[in-house]
C-alpha cells in the first residue's frame, strides 16, 4: 500500500458528460501528479501541482482541468468525455516538488473511467 | 520532439539468467526515469537517474544512465518469476523557451520462466 488513495475505482459514464477524479496524497506529500494510461496512447503524464500550485504541464487536454486544495488533495476533472478519454487514470505524490520528476513517487491504485 | 523508445517490447526469459533493458531517447536530458507495473496494478517508482554516468541498484535490478549516448539501460542479474512485469523509461526536458516534456517509453514486457 503505497498510502496514496484515489476514489472512485471504477467510473462507467456517457460521451458528453463530466466526471471528477480524486486522489489523497500520502501524508507529508506535497506534490501531486496525474497521469492516463490507454492502449492507444500509453502512459502519458497530465500535470502535476504542488502546494497548490501548477508546477508541470503534461499532455493534459483543454477539457480537462485539474486543480489541488489546501488540504492537498487533488481533484482531475474531465468534461465533454470523448469515447477515446476510457482509460486508466493514476496519481501519485512525492514529497517535493521543483518542476520536474526528479522525486520518487507513489501511485495510487488507479481510476478506471470506461465512456460508452 | 522528445521520443523514447524501449527495446525489447517483449522479453521472455528463465530463472537464473541475466538481460538489459534499453531506454534510448532523441532529446538532451540528464533525467531518466524507471517504473515498474505489475498486470492489472499501479505503477511503482524504481530508479531515479538524474546525471550521465548515474548507477542505482535495487536487488537484481541494476539502472545506469549514459546521456552523450542518450541511452539508459536496465540490468536483470539472475531473474526470478517475481521480476516478471512491464517496466516503463520516462524522460522529461524543460527546454529554455518551451513547454515541459515527459515521455513513457512503451515499456518492456518481461516474463521469467520457472
Known amino acids: 500500500d503505497s498510502g496514496v488513495t484515489q476514489t472512485p475505482k471504477h467510473l462507467i459514464t456517457a460521451t458528453g458528460q463530466r466526471v471528477t477524479l480524486r486522489c489523497s496524497p500520502r501524508?507529508?506529500?506535497?506534490?501531486v501528479y496525474w497521469y492516463q494510461q490507454s492502449l492507444d496512447q500509453g502512459l502519458q503524464f497530465l500535470i502535476q501541482?504542488?502546494?497548490?500550485?501548477?508546477?508541470a504541464k503534461g499532455n493534459i487536454l483543454e477539457r480537462f482541468s485539474a486543480q489541488q486544495f489546501p488540504d492537498l488533495h487533488s481533484e482531475l476533472n474531465l468534461s465533454s468525455l470523448e469515447l477515446g478519454d476510457s482509460a486508466l487514470y493514476f496519481c501519485?505524490?512525492?514529497?517535493?516538488?521543483?518542476?520536474?520528476?526528479?522525486?520518487?513517487?507513489?501511485f495510487g491504485p488507479g481510476t478506471r473511467l470506461t465512456v460508452t | 520532439e522528445l521520443k523514447v523508445e524501449q527495446n525489447p517490447l517483449f522479453l521472455s526469459m528463465q530463472e537464473g539468467k541475466n538481460y538489459t533493458i534499453y531506454c534510448n531517447y532523441s532529446?538532451?536530458?540528464?533525467?531518466l526515469y524507471w517504473y515498474r507495473q505489475d498486470p492489472g496494478k499501479s505503477l511503482e517508482s524504481l530508479f531515479v537517474?538524474?546525471?550521465?554516468?548515474a548507477v542505482k541498484q535495487e536487488g537484481r535490478l541494476m539502472a545506469s544512465l549514459d546521456t552523450k549516448a542518450r541511452l539508459s539501460t536496465l540490468h536483470i542479474t539472475a531473474a526470478v518469476h517475481d521480476l516478471s512485469a512491464t517496466y516503463f523509461c520516462?524522460?522529461?526536458?524543460?527546454?529554455?523557451?518551451?513547454?515541459?516534456?515527459?515521455?513513457f517509453g512503451t515499456g518492456t514486457r518481461l516474463k521469467v520462466l520457472a
Open positions: 501524508s507529508g506529500d506535497l506534490s
Open positions: 501519485a505524490s512525492s514529497p517535493g516538488g521543483a518542476g520536474g520528476m526528479v522525486y520518487e513517487q507513489y
Open positions: 532529446t538532451t536530458s540528464d533525467r
Open positions: 537517474l538524474l546525471s550521465n554516468g
Open positions: 520516462a524522460v522529461d526536458i524543460l527546454p529554455p523557451s518551451g513547454t515541459y516534456k515527459y515521455i
Open positions: 501541482y504542488y502546494n497548490g500550485e501548477e508546477r
